[in-house]
């Protein structure tokens, strides 16, 4: 079968996974690829899904070209409106049956369902139940047997249908390499991009803001949420790409890289023997030891995130379920730094219960471990996660604005998120020093700038270019 994805922003694994999959078993697979994300802000206030814009109209141009049998989408929340809007184009100019995954459609298939122009949802991990349904498609099967694919929800005699999960993927090495041929030929990724792979899937914990959460409760009893590929298989994709691509850098966007201490030293031995190149990862103020970041660092790792999110114990502990301490964040980070490896620190603001204190206790602790980058998020509310559920059951979102949510209409990230339009003055005044902290944050004129920034105008934008000034200065982008 001719399988057309499309996709925008930046590479997908997971969409590399299922391409791989399908080539291996002959299928023919074509990325339409988008570098624009769509902005929360983009369709303010519509119910409708949006018409299609020039740039749009080309994406379904080339879809059109490669004559596709079906269309694929893999959503996330912020590219779900573009992808409905593209979707309902190309259903109604080419008729193919179009598929959408993904965490916003695993999240809510029964909404994403009500777009008559969407046949089929895929929820979880989509690999096998991809397959399932193009075999299903091609053998012209009746539509009864569409019930015994799992993962898969459509809609059947005017009800949604949502079939259960299989289980988890337990075996990770037996699937094919990340199909990056898929996004070169698409022009999204070119000779001097990272070398972007995962060596886990899942995360050990349940950030209340995160879709782990969410997957976590989706997948109870269907196997272990944590899984690993042995360090030989993720080495043979390092030498394959090493083959085939020569990669200058390698970002490995597990979820957790340090979870586990036995397979991070066998994973380096065999890394720094064979690879030797330098790497990016996530670790987390859970499990850095001195022992990992001392391995992290023999590997090559030149740059490591970690989670921070807010410096108010409280906030972390009662708003987003993290239960560490910030003696443990200022020890992660002294380990970190006493290897030579650049931190990168994301640091959420506006969690439903910070006060002022809490920011302060965020922009003191950032000023104690000095981190080399911060990211700013702003509180988002996603579909399905406990955070929004919260949020919910304390009146601070409404029913309504949970459906719109579910929808699709959700804020930007690194504008103001789902943060209350009272607040973003605040919050902004704190993204603002938290930013400049990376900056200024050692000189004694700092207790002045924090006196001064209530008056300060585009602090956003100081905010914004301070955040490009640490990236460059640190060699990052
Ligand atoms: S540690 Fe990170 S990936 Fe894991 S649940 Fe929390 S936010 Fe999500």
Known sequence: MRIAFLYNGA?????????????????????????????????????????????????????????????????????????????????????????????????????????????????????????DLVAHLESGEPAEKLASIPN??????????????????????????????????AGAIGP?????????????????????YMYHELYRGCGAHVRRRSPDNVIAELL????????????????????SGPWLEEFIEKYRAQIALPFYCYANPGNVTKESAALLKKGGCYLAGIGVQSGSERVRREDYGRLETNQRIIETMSYLKENGI??????????PSETVEDLERSLRLYRTIKPDIIINFWMTYYPRTKITEKARERGLISAEEISRIEDGFIGYTHDTGSVERKRTALLARYEFLIELSCVFGESRFFPLLSKLAPFIPFKKLIAHLAYMYTSLRHGIR
């Open 11 to 131: 590479e997908s694994l997971g969409l590399e996974s299922i391409s791989a999959l399908l080539r291996s078993k002959g299928h023919e697979v074509f990325l339409a690829f988008d570098p624009f994300v769509a902005l929360g802000r983009r369709f303010p206030g519509s119910n409708l899904v949006p018409p299609l814009n020039a740039r749009d109209r080309s994406t379904a141009e080339r879809i059109k070209a490669f004559k596709p049998d079906l269309a694929g989408f893999s959503c996330f929340s912020g590219n779900y409106r573009w992808s409905l809007g593209i979707a309902k184009a190309l259903k109604e100019e080419l008729g193919i049956p179009v598929i959408f995954g993904g965490v916003h459609p695993t999240a809510v298939p029964e909404k994403t369902l009500a777009n008559d122009f969407v046949d089929f949802v895929v929820r979880g991990e989509g690999e096998f139940a991809a397959l």
């Open 152 to 185: 898969l929800c459509f809609r059947s005699g005017g009800a949604v249908r949502i079939n259960p999960v299989r289980p988890y993927i337990s075996g990770l090495d037996a699937l094919p390499f990340a199909d990056k041929q898929l996004f070169l030929d």
């Open 192 to 212: 001097d991009t990272p070398y972007l792979l995962i060596t886990s899937r899942g995360c050990p914990y349940s950030c209340t803001y995160c879709s782990n």
């Open 240 to 259: 394959h790409a090493k083959e085939k691509w020569n990669p200058s850098k390698i970002h490995f966007l597990d979820d957790v890289f340090t979870y």
């Open 342 to 351: 650049r931190v990168q620190a994301d640091n959420i603001l506006g969690a």
